[in-house]
């Protein structure tokens, strides 16, 4: 039984877009000493726009972490949990598709 080369592309993109969003909202909390969050696009300003890019991009990370809190302290029931997690999935494939492309775009 082999595996669809559509499939293993899927597991790539999958994998570059949790590693890409945990990197990412890594980085931004060493530069700024700030905890990359949702509530980076409510400052209002320049500071909203700019943060965009890291908030879309780091975002199957804030939601998974966000969930996990979520889960230990108010005791959120699985199915939000899984429900979440499922999310946070679609969000990672399609954005560690959208940093596929960008890469085969610079050639690296």
């Not at 590693?19 to 500071?47: H, I, M």
């Not at 899984?82 to 954005?95: D, G, K, N, P």
């Given at each position: ?77 699985f199915s939000f949990v899984m429900l979440a997690s499922m999310t946070a999935a679609i969000w990672s494939l399609v954005s560690g ?12």
């Amino acid at each position: 039984m082999a595996i669809q080369p559509s499939a293993i592309e899927a597991l790539q993109s999958l994998f570059l877009g949790f590693a890409f969003a945990g990197l990412l909202a890594s980085a931004f909390e060493l530069f700024t000493a700030r905890r990359a969050d949702f509530k980076l696009l409510q400052a209002g300003g320049l500071a909203a726009v700019a943060s965009v890019p890291v908030v879309v991009f780091s975002a199957p990370f804030l939601i998974l972490r966000n969930t996990m809190h979520g889960r230990q302290g108010a005791g959120r029931p699985f199915s939000f949990v899984m429900l979440a997690s499922m999310t946070a999935a679609i969000w990672s494939l399609v954005s560690g598709r959208v940093v596929l492309d960008l890469l085969h775009l610079l050639g690296a």
